[in-house]
């Protein structure tokens, strides 16, 4: 079947480091996809990897290793504003469809 | 510019009524996609378009139907409301091809009694 598995929840202080993980199984794949999302808001977009590496932006970087069926977002020097859920998702095919994972809640304290 | 804008934005049905969700963009994206997100849950893709006059389903499409007569309108209807379509709903676009952003609406929190 297709899944995308990642961590419920993770809980980390200010101006730490997390590590988002993010293992997938899908029939089709062309990238992987991170959003962000803020309690009563819409998803945001982080970034996409389609091929094997780290991508930095600002304190957000991803990465892939298709090999692997595996990714992961690092959020450095965290801020309370990045208390959020945040999701992965597997772009399938050309049509730019998403299968989201069931994503990840981050609670950043003082 | 708006962007993506839903409309409305709360709703209550009973069981069996109909309605209709609308979705406009002034981006001038071709793909429109409708998503479904229930608690603790990933979002669910119901329906897409890639292009004005075109649609097709996506992972969880029973239970609705879609129309794009316009490039910047996208409608998810419901024509017999189930307790089960309880949701938030999420419309998106994207220029598509190669480019990988979705932007998001502010979603339509539906609930069916």
């Known amino acids: 079947g297709q899944s995308l598995e990642q961590p419920s929840e993770v809980t980390a202080v200010e101006g730490a480091i997390v590590q988002i993980n993010c293992t997938y199984q899908t029939s089709g794949f062309y990238g992987l996809s991170w959003y962000q999302q803020h309690d009563g808001g819409a998803p945001t977009f982080l970034s996409y990897n389609a091929l094997d590496g780290l991508e930095e932006t600002g304190r957000f970087s991803s990465f892939l290793s298709r090999s692997d069926s595996y990714g992961y977002l690092l959020l450095q020097e965290l801020q309370m504003k990045d208390s959020a859920s945040y999701f992965c998702?597997?772009?399938?095919?050309?049509?730019?469809?998403?299968?989201f994972g069931a994503g990840t809640q981050v609670v950043v304290t003082p | 510019n708006a962007g993506v804008t839903q409309t409305p934005k709360f709703r209550v049905l009973k069981t069996g009524q109909s309605m209709t969700l609308l979705c406009a963009q002034d981006m001038n994206h071709e793909y429109m996609y409708w998503y479904r997100q229930d608690p603790g849950m990933g979002l669910r893709l119901i329906h897409y378009?890639?292009?004005?006059?075109?649609?097709a389903k996506g992972e969880v499409p029973d239970g609705y139907n879609v129309s794009r007569l316009k490039k910047q309108n996208f409608l998810l209807g419901l024509e017999s409301a189930a307790p089960s379509q309880t949701s938030v709903y999420f419309c998106?676009?994207?220029?598509?091809?190669?480019?990988?952003?979705?932007?998001f609406g502010p979603g339509t929190r539906l609930t069916v009694l």
């Open positions: 998106a676009t994207s220029k598509g091809g190669t480019y990988n952003e979705q932007f």
């Open positions: 998702a597997v772009r399938g095919d050309s049509w730019g469809k998403l299968q």
């Open positions: 378009s890639v292009g004005e006059g075109t649609t």
